[in-house]
């Protein structure tokens, strides 16, 4: 397979840092993290973000902060999102803190590293679509030249995961969601309609610990957001679903749709496909429907190759 070059984009919780893994674990060239806020705040996410590089042996890999929230407002992590990924965002596992982030702003590494990789470039977001927003709206064109953008987020064919409608990632900021959505700009959409049916078993990464540092840290990070992201003994693989089909996208079906997203009333954060023809802008949103049923066992061996690789390197 070709090595791929991803930009993530993340509030670096615990399904982020199972993206991160995922990538670097296929052998993806991470050209950059930015950061926002979401699962935790953004400076937390940052460091975490640090963190988890480091100990998956990529500390050189660039990482840079966005806004602190939405509008210019701080924006409040949700008792619900702090149960869910720990007080600290991954699982309450405690790792060395490593590395100062990059000095530019989340939008503008964007638009960099768009303008220096063009098409041989995906942008991964797992967040909130903040940052690709205020990317998009400084230099549209120059966002255009990635070759593509894949993002984790919204709910079409089932309900959200934060209110009836909405999933939490465009819930965080129903506002940039719309501009991006509205942008014209091809997305793949990785929502909860594909992600929920991915899941990750306690018997899975009960094989991670036994394989060295970062395998001990992933299977206690995991295990805690197994115990706490629902209660059906297994958690979703919303983000690294998102990262692997950046990589390989024969991995989802999608289908085109002209989308927006609601941000007004009970229904604000909710993403909406517009199917009739009179109301039909441009079908840049290919949203995935179905996805490989396997991706879950095609990440634990992606996963443990990695964690073998990094404790034969860290015995040596
Ligand atoms: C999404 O929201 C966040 O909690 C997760 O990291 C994932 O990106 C799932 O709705
Ligand atoms: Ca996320």
Aim: glycine share 12%.
């Amino acid at each position: 397979m070709e090595t791929k070059k991803l930009l993530l984009d993340m509030d670096t919780g615990v399904d982020d840092a199972l993206a991160i893994a995922y990538a670097i674990g296929c052998g993806a060239e991470i050209v950059g993290v930015t950061c926002g806020f979401g699962n935790v705040e953004t400076h937390e996410a940052v460091r975490n973000t640090l963190d988890l590089l480091a100990l998956l042996g990529r500390p050189e890999v660039p990482v840079s902060a966005g806004d602190a929230g939405p509008g210019g407002q701080p924006f409040q992590v949700s008792e619900a999102c702090r149960k869910i990924h720990g007080q600290n965002g991954i699982g309450n596992v405690s790792l060395p803190h490593r590395g100062e982030p990059s000095p530019i702003p989340a939008h503008r590494f964007i638009l960099e590293q768009c303008e220096k990789e063009g098409a041989a470039l995906t942008l991964v977001c797992t967040g909130t679509l903040h940052n690709l927003a205020r990317a998009v709206r400084e230099s549209r064109e120059t966002v255009a030249k990635a070759g593509g953008i894949v993002l984790m987020g919204g709910a079409l064919t089932v309900e959200g995961n934060v209110t009836p409608y909405a999933e939490a990632n465009i819930a965080n900021d129903p506002e940039a969601a719309k501009f991006v959505f509205e942008s014209g700009l091809p997305l793949t959409m990785v929502g909860l309609d594909v992600t929920l049916k991915q899941r990750l078993t306690h018997e899975t990464v009960r094989g991670w610990a036994v394989r060295g540092e970062a395998g001990k840290a992933y299977a206690a990070l995991a295990g805690y957001y197994i115990d706490h992201e629902s209660d059906r003994g297994s958690c979703a693989l919303h983000d690294p679903l998102a990262a692997a089909a950046a990589i390989e996208p024969g991995l989802l079906d999608t289908h085109p749709f002209a989308m927006t997203v609601l941000t007004e009333g009970e229904g604000r954060g909710r993403t909406v496909a517009r199917s009739f023809p009179e109301e039909c802008g441009v079908r840049n949103v290919s949203a995935a429907l179905e996805a490989d049923p396997g991706f879950a066992g095609k990440l634990d061996r992606v996963l443990q190759g990695l964690f073998a690789r990094l404790d034969r390197k860290g015995g040596e």
